[in-house]
């Protein structure tokens, strides 16, 4: 059974001539490539995680709002069932008490999915160098945009949702195992090495180290004689 078209507008041979999307006698069909039309579907309609722990959340809030309005992206619908969401928005602080948590959200959310840290708070720790709080979510889950800023603007969210548009568009199809390749057992493991973790902690810490305290410091490295050897 194939298409009549007598019943599409502008439909080729059709006696029927009154026009169309293509004009009148045109084409009823269109080619293109495969990978363009999925990304095309996937980048025009996604649907945000908010994780939302401190101020960045309100920025977040105003960007679904009128004055800013995600909706012209096909992103008004903020889905918080992870299980029907494809972009985790982590917006604010995340504390190690609340790090299993956005993992598990993480893990429920189908592939594909991406992940955007919004904040400085979110993206390095921020003002919160403390042993409570993560230095970077990305030790817990993969990042793909990063926003700066305390908090940063609404325009700034904005901007970042683009730049995962503009990741999505340049994806293939050929390379979906790769893209979409997960190892837990990197999950929560920094990719930088000892040596540079070590010169980025400072006097206070981080999230891969969390055995110092102010003056009182363990360390194993001989160019910081002030700490304590442990």
């Given at each position: 059974?194939?298409?009549?078209?007598?019943?599409?507008p502008?439909?080729?041979?059709?006696?029927?001539?009154?026009?169309?999307?293509l004009?009148?006698?045109?084409?009823?069909?269109?080619t293109t490539k495969?990978?363009?039309?999925?990304?095309?579907?996937?980048?025009?309609?996604?649907w945000p995680?908010?994780?939302?722990?401190?101020?960045?959340a309100?920025?977040?809030?105003?960007?679904?709002?009128?004055?800013?309005?995600?909706a012209?992206?096909?992103?008004e619908?903020?889905?918080?069932s992870?299980r029907q969401?494809?972009?985790?928005?982590?917006?604010?602080?995340?504390?190690?008490?609340?790090?299993?948590?956005?993992?598990?959200?993480?893990?429920?959310?189908?592939?594909?999915?991406?992940c955007?840290?919004?904040?400085?708070?979110?993206?390095?720790?921020?003002?919160?160098?403390?042993?409570?709080?993560?230095?970077?979510?990305?030790?817990?889950?993969?990042?793909?945009?990063?926003?700066?800023?305390?908090?940063?603007?609404?325009?700034?969210?904005?901007?970042?949702?683009?730049m995962?548009?503009?990741?999505?568009?340049?994806?293939?199809?050929?390379?979906?195992?790769?893209?979409?390749?997960?190892?837990?057992?990197r999950?929560?493991v920094?990719e930088?090495?000892a040596?540079?973790?070590?010169?980025?902690t400072?006097?206070?810490?981080?999230?891969t180290?969390?055995?110092?305290?102010?003056?009182?410091?363990?360390?194993?490295?001989d160019?910081?004689?002030?700490?304590?050897?442990?």
């Amino acid at each position: 059974m194939g298409l009549d078209d007598r019943r599409l507008p502008g439909g080729g041979t059709s006696a029927r001539q009154d026009g169309g999307t293509l004009g009148a006698g045109g084409p009823t069909f269109l080619t293109t490539k495969l990978d363009f039309v999925v990304n095309w579907a996937r980048r025009s309609s996604l649907w945000p995680m908010p994780f939302g722990t401190a101020c960045c959340a309100i920025e977040m809030m105003a960007a679904a709002a009128s004055n800013f309005d995600l909706a012209r992206f096909g992103m008004e619908r903020m889905s918080f069932s992870p299980r029907q969401a494809d972009v985790l928005i982590c917006a604010g602080r995340v504390p190690y008490k609340l790090a299993p948590v956005l993992r598990r959200i993480w893990d429920q959310m189908p592939q594909p999915k991406w992940c955007i840290s919004m904040g400085a708070c979110a993206s390095s720790g921020g003002v919160f160098d403390t042993y409570s709080m993560v230095q970077g979510i990305d030790t817990i889950v993969p990042v793909d945009v990063y926003i700066p800023g305390c908090p940063p603007r609404p325009e700034g969210l904005i901007y970042g949702l683009m730049m995962i548009q503009e990741k999505i568009r340049e994806e293939t199809l050929a390379e979906h195992r790769t893209l979409r390749a997960e190892d837990p057992l990197r999950a929560g493991v920094p990719e930088a090495g000892a040596d540079e973790v070590a010169g980025l902690t400072g006097p206070f810490g981080n999230s891969t180290k969390q055995d110092r305290v102010s003056d009182i410091a363990h360390t194993d490295l001989d160019d910081r004689p002030g700490d304590r050897k442990s």
